[in-house]
């Protein structure tokens, strides 16, 4: 089955505002730009994304961000976007915070199918307990906390501990880039890029990819091939330029030594 697009803008057509999407990369490496940029063209809005962070002020979600499109986010860290924390503390955005990894396994068992599991990781903290502030309102006064979460003692080896049950995350819609792709949705992720990109293509009903490279069905090696096409519904190939722009998310640099 071909699933290319002619192009990022028809791919995200059928998209309603209110869905909920997760969105793949790792600061600004791997992300969807392209795909991020046609949902703002498009107008949708009132949009729930899970994703590792919400990219910085002028790239990435943080588009999407600054037009008010996203009414909750569920992410693991929000360090480099001012705009990000001003919503957060204004009231204007609703923020569930999720240890990194717990993130990637609740779309890793989004996508297999596991409705939920037990995990160490927030035991005995707010993770756990409840509490944490998800939403503010317009004078600083918690309205939205996180609830409580079932914990249960299993045995391990080191003896009885306690662990807590996360819920799996299923998206409406997940947005993934790719280094290489084929007409059938078989991706290849390159070096670092490949961070969050094959979970939340797992966990998305439908799973929109923007690929650097289009390639024929058979040119890749059954061998290397990351997230199998029976994850992928939507591939867009990316022109030359699309591809090349990859931002830095923050830059450092010093003087070489005459």
Same mark, same amino acid.
């Given at each position: 089955?071909?699933?290319?697009? *002619?192009? /990022?803008? !028809?791919?995200?057509?059928?998209?309603?505002?209110?869905?909920?999407?997760?969105?793949?990369?790792? @600061?600004?490496?791997?992300?969807?730009?392209?795909?991020?940029?046609?949902? =703002?063209?498009?107008?949708?809005?009132?949009?729930?994304?899970?994703?590792?962070?919400?990219?910085?002020?002028?790239?990435?979600?943080?588009? $999407?961000? /600054?037009?008010?499109?996203?009414?909750?986010?569920?992410?693991?860290?929000?360090?480099?976007?001012?705009?990000?924390?001003?919503?957060?503390?204004? @009231?204007?955005?609703?923020?569930?915070?999720? %240890?990194? *990894?717990?993130?990637?396994?609740?779309?890793?068992?989004?996508?297999? *199918?596991?409705?939920? &599991? &037990?995990? /160490?990781?927030?035991?005995?903290?707010?993770?756990?307990?409840?509490?944490?502030?998800?939403?503010?309102?317009?004078?600083?006064?918690?309205?939205?906390?996180?609830?409580?979460?079932?914990?249960?003692?299993?045995?391990?080896? #080191?003896? %009885?501990?306690?662990?807590? $049950?996360?819920?799996?995350?299923? /998206? !409406?819609? @997940?947005?993934?880039? #790719?280094?290489?792709?084929?007409?059938?949705?078989?991706?290849?992720?390159?070096?670092?890029?490949?961070?969050?990109?094959?979970?939340?293509?797992?966990?998305?009903?439908?799973?929109?990819?923007?690929?650097?490279?289009?390639?024929?069905?058979?040119? =890749?090696? %059954?061998?290397?091939?990351?997230?199998?096409?029976?994850?992928?519904?939507?591939?867009?190939?990316?022109?030359?330029?699309?591809?090349?722009?990859?931002?830095?998310?923050?830059?450092?640099?010093?003087?070489?030594?005459?």
């Amino acid at each position: 089955m071909d699933k290319v697009f *002619g192009s /990022a803008a !028809d791919a995200v057509l059928g998209i309603p505002s209110g869905s909920t999407i997760a969105v793949g990369g790792f @600061g600004l490496c791997g992300i969807p730009s392209v795909l991020v940029e046609a949902l =703002l063209e498009a107008g949708i809005g009132d949009l729930e994304a899970a994703s590792n962070n919400a990219g910085v002020d002028d790239w990435g979600l943080g588009r $999407l961000l /600054a037009a008010g499109r996203l009414r909750r986010i569920v992410a693991s860290y929000v360090g480099e976007n001012k705009e990000f924390a001003r919503q957060y503390l204004s @009231g204007e955005l609703e923020v569930e915070l999720t %240890p990194q *990894g717990t993130l990637a396994e609740r779309m890793r068992a989004g996508g297999s *199918g596991i409705p939920a &599991f &037990f995990t /160490a990781t927030g035991v005995g903290t707010q993770v756990a307990e409840g509490g944490l502030p998800w939403k503010y309102g317009p004078d600083g006064e918690v309205v939205v906390a996180s609830p409580p979460k079932q914990t249960q003692v299993f045995d391990t080896p #080191a003896g %009885p501990r306690d662990f807590v $049950l996360e819920h799996a995350i299923v /998206a !409406d819609f @997940g947005l993934v880039r #790719a280094w290489k792709g084929d007409r059938h949705g078989n991706l290849v992720f390159r070096d670092s890029a490949r961070n969050f990109n094959p979970l939340v293509a797992m966990c998305g009903r439908v799973t929109v990819a923007e690929v650097e490279e289009l390639v024929e069905p058979g040119e =890749l090696d %059954p061998d290397q091939i990351h997230t199998p096409g029976v994850f992928v519904q939507r591939v867009v190939a990316l022109t030359p330029e699309q591809a090349a722009d990859k931002r830095i998310e923050k830059r450092t640099v010093r003087e070489v030594p005459a």
